[in-house]
């Protein structure tokens, strides 16, 4: 079957690779091993000599579909699915570094992500700093003879900066460093860093991939080399793999991302410029509004801006939580990209982790609230806010 618009692939790809007996639904092949004809079968299957499925930590077929289906939406040769998305960035940051090596940052990332980059740099000296990124003579210079990786999120959770993910692949092709994209925030259907010169694209599959709040799970994309490399060391070894069944609530879920992306860009874009508007807010941090500092960049990489805003209270952190408190509709929770619209407080839930003069760097004040916009109404996701917000 030649290749179809993304729009096409995300309900169909990867649906010929089962024995699927014409179930419209793939089967999920809830089995922890598979059972050899022979023992030389076996044999071989395990030296790679015959084609077949071993044992489900190295490969089951409901995930191998899942993993043909996000290569295709990425536009790239091999998924890997993961128990998480910090299996996946854990599995790509250790497969991709050594002691001594040094990973170059955007200017802030997810809170578990510091984490794990502070855990790397205590226990086996992998280093680390975090840049703006924000034009080729600063990234130039902030690249040392131990760069080994470089890791971008964009936008950035939950700040909303870009980073210019084809200029910042272009400097480092010249001096042969991966460029890993955390691309969570926009999904597939909104950027494609392949496209634009990275290496290899991480998912939290957690977020607008599944949609529904019901899984956890981590996605990575690249060229078919380094992914079966990374397939058979830290993937295989330290074992953060994706059960069958999450595949298969994921497969489900990816079939209406175009559709469900589409509300959430719509919605988040009327409820920005009312937020804009409101006076109990200011710094509304939205990649869709011409007042973005970076809304040029977002025009440039991003087909549409997403379904989140960040927004600081005028006030201090007492207001900020007694305006969540104040909502109804709106649920107080973690994750992203979901039906329901959730709303959390940075500094004290996901950034919790991250000490304060880091986060201050990050632009991570105690007045920051991040909107992760849903699919509900969005006249009734506005009354929610404006009654909240009104109470100040
Ligand atoms: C959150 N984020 O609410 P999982 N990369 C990015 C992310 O935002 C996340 C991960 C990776 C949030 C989770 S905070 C306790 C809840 C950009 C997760 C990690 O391992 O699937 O949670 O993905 O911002």
Not at 227 to 232: E, P
């Amino acid at each position: 079957m030649d290749t179809k618009r993304f729009e096409t692939e995300v309900i169909h790809k990867g649906y010929h690779a089962l024995q699927h007996h014409g179930s419209l639904s793939p089967p999920i092949f809830q089995t922890s091993t598979f059972v050899f004809d022979t023992a030389e079968s076996g044999a071989k299957r395990f030296a790679g000599e015959e084609e077949g499925f071993i044992y489900s930590r190295l490969s089951n077929p409901t995930v191998a579909m899942l993993e043909e289906r996000i290569a295709s939406m990425e536009n790239g040769e091999k998924g890997l699915a993961f128990g998480s998305g910090m299996a996946a960035v854990s599995a790509i940051l250790l497969g991709l570094t050594k002691t001594g090596d040094h990973i170059l940052c955007s200017e802030g990332v997810y809170g578990c992500t510091f984490g794990l980059l502070t855990l790397m740099e205590e226990k086996y000296h992998i280093t680390h700093n975090f840049h703006s990124m924000s034009d080729e003579d600063s990234l130039r210079s902030a690249i040392t003879d131990y760069t080994t990786v470089i890791y971008v999120e964009s936008p950035i959770n939950p700040t909303m900066k870009l980073v210019d993910i084809e200029m910042v692949s272009r400097v480092a092709k010249e001096y042969g460093i991966p460029v890993v994209v955390d691309n969570t925030f926009c999904s597939p259907y909104l950027q494609r860093p392949l496209d634009i010169g990275c290496d290899v694209v991480i998912h939290s599959a957690t977020k607008y991939l599944c949609g529904h709040g019901d899984v956890i799970g981590g996605l990575a994309v690249g060229k078919k080399e380094l992914l079966s490399h990374l397939a058979m060391t830290t993937q295989k070894d330290i074992g953060g793999v994706m059960s069958p069944f999450d595949a298969w609530l994921l497969l489900r879920g990816m079939k209406t991302l175009p559709v469900r992306m589409d509300r959430h860009c719509d919605n988040a874009k009327k409820l920005a410029a009312l937020l804009k508007e409101h006076p109990a807010v200011e710094n509304v941090l939205f990649p869709g509004d011409e007042d973005f500092p970076q809304y040029e960049l977002a025009k440039k990489q991003m087909s549409n801006a997403g379904g989140l805003i960040s927004f600081e209270i005028k006030g201090n952190k007492a207001m900020a939580q007694k305006f969540m408190n104040s909502l109804e509709l709106i649920k107080i929770a973690v994750s992203l990209g979901d039906a329901e619209t959730l709303i959390q407080h940075p500094s004290t839930m996901t950034h919790a982790v991250v000490p304060e003069e880091n986060r201050m760097q990050m632009g991570i004040s105690d007045r920051l609230l991040r909107l992760s916009v849903g699919l509900e109404a969005w006249e009734d996701i506005w009354a929610d806010l404006e009654k909240a917000l009104n109470q100040l």
